[in-house]
């Protein structure tokens, strides 16, 4: 809270990067690995 | 207890958390236990990880609530199940306080989350997620935490806005500002529209431009959504394609197909006709690593590789991926007889078909000063988007690659046609929530 009366939460950011664009591409719906996914990423 | 109705479903569904960037600090019980969370217009719900999540990997990876320290904690115990596009969570509702900035919020309804299966939730930066949405589309009608502090009398107005940091040589990523707007951060008017659907921070959209070039198709109206837990901007395809074409997007497997199939293309078909192995060969080529039996990508023990450049790790990922599927394509091939041009000219074509992971397409980094600026008509208002703005940079240097900020998305009427106006707009633009007047209202960011 500041004078004005306003309540302010700083936020933080983060870089997009491949590994993490690449960890959203391997998950798919209920956290279940299809095929590919375990072929191609190895998991 | 999914969300409510069909149609919103189909919109939840299109979240992507994996790639939201911004996120802040909340606390919760007393003393407050710390938890980084999305802030999030496109929901409704507070969920964080419940000290009760024992069979999620991604619970061990992210603060967890621990109701047993808490003295202001209150039982509910009922389930809650949220799926997302990109995850699905699960657990329990609890009631306690919340403490955002200063500002204790009494008595609040969240989910322990006590199952989180998805990667999404694995690999992400953040524990949870606070929705700042409405109560109609809120998981078990919970009473959303933006509603408390208005109900407890701890905002000034019924307002609250964002400003996200978008220059990537400063630290500080933003602020949201709960009880009005800081003047700091931005400059000029506000232009405010109306919500139109509650649920949803959504409002009436006109034209989207081209290079000051109509588009035509949400000349006679569009809705959109203005949604801070979407990194993308994202829109009815008849706009995108026609966007795509302006700044010649492509997929980005599609991009790095077509680079594999022009540099190694004849390589890889020689070792073909000499025999070598097919699992083999794009690991003998550089562009995978072989396990033994297989090739593989490299990615994976890049990650934990701290001296590793992350970005490449992630590139050769997809390279790999295109080299293997280019193996394949060519093999069959071969197997018809057919003439060496034919066969690549045939794989390229493939490369051209492959559909993009997550929707991304990939722009040339080089081309930004020749690409059109993009502008969308709100409340009378055109509000622009130059290429530096519409145009993700992802790694550094040689491995850098650059994301189109647009991606596709069609809902039928009577909800759609939809646009996603997510980070990349709302980086731009300075938005506010004003709760009291059902209004959003967008500035230029300062």
Redesign the interface.
Known sequence: ?SN????????????????????????T?????SGASVR???L | HDNVGGSDTDIIALK?Y??A??????GIGTPPQKF?VI?DTGSSNLWVPSAKCYFSVACLFHSKYKSGHSSTYKKNGKSAAI?YG???ISGFFSQDHVK????VVKEQDFIEATRE????F??A?FDGILGLGFQEISVGNAVPVWYSMVNQG???EPVFSFW??RN?EEE???????????SNHYKGEHTYVPVTEKGYWQFDMGDVLIGGATTGFCAGGCSAIADSGT?LLAGPTTVIAQINHAIGASGVLSQECKTVVSQYGKTILDMLVAEAKPQKICSQIGLCSF?GTRD??M??E??VDKNTD??????H??V??AC?MAVVWMQNQLRQNLTEDRILNYVNELCERIPS??G?SAVDCSSLASMPRVSFTIGGKVFELSPEQYV?Q??EGV?A?C?SGFMALDVPPPRGPLWILGDVFMGHYHTVFDFGNMTVGFAEAA
């Open positions: 809270a004005d009366g306003l309540i302010r939460v700083g936020l933080k950011k983060r870089k997009l990067d491949h590994v993490d664009r690449l960890a959203g591409h391997i998950d719906k209920e956290g279940e690995l191609n990423y190895r | 992507n994996m790639d960037q911004y996120f802040g600090e909340i980084t802030f799926h990109t995850g699905a955002l900035g200063d500002l299966p998805s990667i999404t694995l690999a930066k701890l905002v000034k996200f940091n990537a500080e990523g933003g602020e949201i500002v709960f009880g009005g707007v800081d990194s396990d593989v990508s990615g994976i890049s990650v992350k970005s490449s790790s992630g590139l990922d997809t790999c991926s293997e992971p997550m991304e993700l992802v790694g491995a690659q994301i």
